[in-house]
């Protein structure tokens, strides 16, 4: 049995990751920002009397969609004072745990191919680049402390998460529970479904239940790398929404495209060759039954359908 800090405990990945780790028999501390402020400087010395043996850091301030276009200075300074907090802490008082992180793949430069070694080079795309350089320092601070005191790290770069228990609470979704919820929601009371862009952008996804299966073996066996976690293929938009639309019995056709809205990256694929050297053997969720559970899920969340005047 391990002691185990976790920071995000409460987000979409990480109630998944603590509910896995305590499943496996491990203590653990649970932070969120409602019981741990970790923009302030002093938030984790309550902490610090206790010896822990891995620290699971997935806490960052952003949001999907066009969020990072209007925050970009608040993102700036506050995932800077989260990240330096955590990385101070676990230098002076926890130099014993190895640290396992996110990064984004938001941090690689649109020109390149999406491999580990390009995860600091080149420039990320100019919408997204405030929240990527973030994680870039993020890295970069892995790479200083191991490298100074040999502090021991993992730092793991997803493609997109999806599947069910995705945190429905106001915030802006990312595309694929959007796309879910507008076709739930087009199908039961009739509304438009328009999609930004023309659909033919690219997206990745991995089943967060994978996610973390691979997240917790690679804690287990890896230390001091940074490596991508992903399906290794990426398909359109309008693929994910004709299957969804499948499911739901909607018509594809109904579907409108507005080119004028914001998109993001057009393709946006890792490279997933590092990850099957540590994990030969590794399966994956298929997108079929990943989708199948989603929006199975997605349908019991009633007061999240309900239309937008209710």
């Given at each position: ?8 405990a ?8 603590c ?12 932070l969120?920002?409602k ?23 997935l806490?960052a301030?952003?949001q ?32 014993q ?18 491999v ?8 990320p ?17 892995h790479?200083?402390?191991?490298k ?6 993992l ?18 979704m ?8 507008k ?20 997206r ?6 994978d996610?973390v ?23 359109t ?7 969804i ?28 060759g ?13 997108l079929?039954?990943?989708?199948t ?6 349908g ?11």
């Open positions: 049995m391990m002691k185990i800090l976790v920071t995000g409460t987000g979409f990945l990480g109630t998944i990751l509910s896995q780790l305590q499943a496996q028999g491990h203590e653990l501390v649970c969120n920002s019981n741990c402020d970790l923009t302030q400087q002093d938030s984790l010395l309550k902490f610090k009397q206790e010896v822990y043996d891995r620290i699971y850091h806490a301030w952003t999907a969609g066009d969020f990072c276009l209007y925050h970009p200075g608040e993102q700036w300074i506050i995932n800077q004072q989260i990240n330096t907090n955590v990385l101070t802490w676990w230098h002076k008082y926890q130099p745990a190895k640290l396992i992180s996110m990064g984004t793949s938001c941090a690689y430069a649109p020109d390149l191919e999406l580990e070694e390009n995860y600091l080079t080149g420039i795309i100019d919408s997204l680049f405030t929240y990527a350089m973030t994680k870039r320092i993020l890295y970069a601070g790479l200083a402390l191991n100074q005191f040999g502090l021991k790290y730092c793991l770069v997803p493609s997109t998460l999806y599947g069910p228990g995705y945190h429905t609470d106001g915030r802006q990312h595309f694929i529970f959007d796309l879910i919820r076709i739930i929601r087009a199908k039961l009371y009739g509304e438009p479904v328009i999609l930004w862009g023309d659909g033919y952008q690219s990745e996804l991995v089943f967060v239940d996610f299966n691979i997240m917790i073996q690679l804690a287990d066996s890896v230390d001091n790398q940074l490596i991508n976690i992903g399906a290794g293929e990426e398909f938009i309008r693929h994910f929404a004709k299957l639309c499948e499911k739901v019995d909607y018509d594809f056709n109904a579907i409108k495209f507005d080119t004028e809205r914001y998109v993001g990256a057009k393709s946006k694929c890792l490279a997933v590092k990850l099957q050297e540590y994990i030969p053997d590794l399966t994956l969720t298929s079929e039954v990943g989708l559970k989603t929006i199975e899920w997605f019991t969340q009633k007061e999240k359908l309900l239309p937008d005047n209710k």
